[in-house]
């Protein structure tokens, strides 16, 4: 069990789950923290042991992580539990009030000799009642993960856009020019040029319509189920409709769609009826 003041609280917006944080804030309630097979639901009760006696709190939401560590129970051999609370909620609960968790964030140009002072200051402060823990290599390892797997995932979407972008466009134009005798012949019975515009366009966009429809069918359920194995499963977020992305695909598409058609409509545009019509 750890107790927040309220800067930590609003470090820990980012990371809340689910739940009321301003509950746990005012000591209503502890934020159980989300461990794979062992997290305690918001609106559960538990019974804290500490203080030579047992008491009884609610939990009011659920955090991703904390900057913490925590290890093993070695009586279970399995992964303890972790819950956050307010200073005086801890207070309460177990009765110690010599107890305090100091959070320092550093500047980028931090330097090595500004941290080993800071940790001298404290030891002399404080001897060895103090646990001092840098974390300055763990987050520049977990940035730089979180970068380089940013860097491919979206490369590697990035290329599929860019196949899929040129691929409308090739198909369009194919479509255009092996259906080109037919646009003769409308045109031939009185059919204007607009009017045929306007169809290959109407085309086109079934094509479009048809397709995102397809897309978000067989896409969205995917998505979920490899969002629930990869993600909710480890850190328990929980998967939301991808709405921005959504829209940049819909805008590739359309985009896509607009420079399809240009090529075909500026063609039907310089052929006349006969040229059309005889065109193999």
């Not at 917006?13 to 000591?27: F, H, T, V, W």
């Not at 995102?212 to 939301?240: A, H, M, Y």
Request: glycine content about 10%.
């Amino acid at each position: 069990m750890i107790s927040y003041d309220d800067q930590q609280f609003q470090w820990a917006k980012d990371s809340l789950i689910e739940g009321n944080l301003q509950d746990a804030i005012d000591g209503k309630g502890m934020l159980s923290v989300h461990r794979e097979g062992n997290t305690f639901a918001a609106g559960s009760n538990v019974t804290v042991s500490a203080g030579g006696g047992e008491k009884e709190t609610s939990i009011v939401g659920t955090l991703g992580d904390v900057p913490y560590s925590y290890g093993a129970d070695s009586t279970t051999d399995s992964m303890t539990g972790m819950a956050v609370c307010s200073e005086e909620l801890f207070r309460k609960l177990t009765g110690e009030d010599g107890y305090a968790v100091l959070d320092v964030q550093l500047n980028r140009d931090a330097t090595d000799s500004q941290v080993q002072e800071i940790r001298k200051v404290m030891e002399q402060e404080c001897g060895g009642s103090v646990a001092f823990s840098d974390k300055r290599i763990g987050n520049k390892e977990t940035k730089g993960a979180s970068y380089s797997m940013s860097v491919f995932l979206y490369g590697f979407l990035a290329v599929i856009a860019m196949i899929g972008f040129f691929n409308i466009i090739n198909n369009i134009a194919m479509s255009v020019s092996a259906r080109m005798r037919e646009y003769g012949a409308m045109r031939a019975i009185g059919m204007t040029v607009r009017q045929l515009n306007r169809m290959v366009l109407g085309e086109t966009m079934t094509y479009t319509v048809f397709g995102v429809l397809l897309g978000c069918v067989i896409g969205l359920p995917l998505n979920k189920v490899l969002f629930q194995n990869l993600v909710t499963s480890r850190w328990g977020d929980e998967w939301s409709v991808p709405g921005w992305e959504l829209l940049v695909i819909v805008f590739i598409m359309l985009g896509s769609v607009c420079l399809a058609i240009m090529g075909p409509v500026k063609q039907i545009k310089k052929m006349t009826v006969v040229d059309t019509i005889s065109r193999e």
